[in-house]
């Protein structure tokens, strides 16, 4: 799955060691080839709802679409719909349909399969690199540098020795702590606990893939984007809310991705998410992905089911 470099320069980060792949390239999204354009992917984490990870799903289903152009094609579009829950307990196939390969343009369809039934079905779209007068980007927000923020699990240890902090949420914050996911993130301006009485569905973290991915390969880079894309973006449609609901279910529906610039994903990246609206027992969350010298690199978008119960209901649905 060879391509361009993606940047070395602009980014302020230094590679982490050669010798400290990173798991999410030697194992996560290192697919078995079964057949032409079937692929068999397993499982590295495994979230607490024992359902698997939306962003390995997308992760996986995109570097089989990726194994199946050619290496002058990258991908800038990503479509994708979660239609049954992933059971951990068994390996994903990937079936990639070449639904079009254009002069300029291809679109590839995957299905994820298990137990014989589809629980993910994506459209992956892929561009031979074409210049363009046509150039405008958003401004990165101005946040303190990854170096000057708090690792999540200093965050989480530090959250855990307030002794206001109810029981329900430390137990929650020992699972997460427990959790070996393979990136790393750095929350921007976390709230303390009396913030969180009020809090907007807004946040922003630093975020990385552990170890070391290299330069070689911006299709890779691509698919650990996908993978980090999931990792707590849903939630933060409950940011308003969490402080007067107990979440019974969540869970993503779809999945948008659009892929501007080059990137790092093994360095830092800032995301910035917000979730304009939710209801109906649903939540959409939008976001963008910043290299560090400020061009956006990425931007998603998702919506996802919601289920709250009122803290100190005893209802049992």
């Not at 590295?44 to 050619?70: C, D, E, H, N």
């Amino acid at each position: 799955m060879s391509s361009p470099r993606a940047p070395e320069d602009g980014q302020g980060d230094g590679d982490p060691p050669r010798d400290l792949r990173s798991v999410l390239v030697t194992s996560v999204l290192n697919l078995e080839l079964l057949d032409e354009d079937l692929f068999r992917g397993t499982h590295y984490w495994v979230p607490t709802t024992k359902r698997l990870f939306g962003g390995q799903i997308m992760g996986q289903a995109l570097v089989a679409a990726a194994k199946s152009v050619s290496e002058d094609v990258h991908v800038h579009s990503l479509h994708c719909y979660f239609v049954r829950r992933g059971d951990p307990k068994v390996p994903v196939l990937y079936q990639v349909e070449r639904t079009r390969t254009g002069a300029s343009f291809s679109v590839r369809s995957v299905k994820a399969v298990q137990h014989g039934k589809p629980i993910f079905i994506c459209q992956a779209s892929f561009q031979q690199a074409q210049p363009s007068p046509i150039q405008h980007q958003f401004s990165m927000p101005t946040v303190p540098p990854p170096e000057e923020v708090h690792g999540y699990k200093t965050l989480i240890d530090r959250y855990l020795r307030d002794p206001n902090l109810q029981e329900e949420y430390r137990v929650g914050l020992n699972q997460i702590a427990a959790q070996e996911v393979p990136i790393e993130i750095k929350l921007v301006n976390p709230p303390t606990l009396g913030q969180m009485q009020s809090m907007e569905p807004r946040q922003m973290f630093w975020v990385r893939a552990r170890g070391y991915i290299g330069e070689g390969d911006i299709k890779m880079h691509c698919c650990v984007a996908a993978y980090i894309s999931d990792y707590a973006f849903l939630g933060t449609a409950l940011l308003p809310h969490h402080c007067q609901h107990t979440v019974r279910f969540m869970v993503s529906l779809d999945h948008s991705m659009w892929f501007h610039a080059p990137f790092r994903a093994d360095h830092w990246m800032l995301y910035e998410c917000e979730s304009p609206w939710a209801g109906g027992s649903r939540g959409l969350v939008q976001g963008r992905l910043w290299r560090r010298d400020g061009v956006l690199a990425v931007t998603c978008a998702q919506e996802g089911v919601i289920r709250v119960t009122p803290q100190g209901s005893k209802s049992k649905l």
